[in-house]
């Protein structure tokens, strides 16, 4: 089994940053593909950036230019760096990840428990 477990999540004021963090553990093989994504009330769930395992990146159009995904592949870590935060950023941000798992290895995907962003305006 894998557990994600996040971190770094709260309040902070529009214009400020916030970074949060991801941390997988269990019986990993391999982790491909992590991912942050955001959900609002009432709304689907969206891809907010995503990064493969050999480090390519792609972000949201609402994202881009603001936010940084990064990772540690040795950690099993996942960290998304939050800059020039806005109220509508406001909402839970789950981490997503793709992982090769088990004693008898097969990929599958696992999702954290979800932090909560609030940015003041």
């Known amino acids: 089994q894998v557990q994600l477990v996040e971190s770094g999540g709260g309040l902070a004021q529009a214009g400020g940053s916030l970074r949060l963090s991801c941390a997988a553990s269990g019986s990993i093989f391999s982790i491909n593909f992590m991912g942050w994504y955001r959900q609002a009330p009432g709304k689907q769930r969206e891809l907010v950036a995503g990064?493969?395992?050999?480090?390519?990146?792609n972000y949201s159009d609402s994202v881009k230019g603001r936010f940084t995904i990064s990772r540690d592949n040795a950690k099993n870590t996942v960290y998304l760096q939050m800059n020039r935060l806005k109220p509508e950023d406001t909402t839970v941000y789950y981490c997503k990840a793709i992982v090769t798992a088990g004693p008898r290895p097969y990929e599958a995907q696992y999702w954290g428990q979800g932090t909560q962003v609030t940015v003041s305006s």
């Open positions: 990064i493969s395992r050999g480090g390519s990146t």
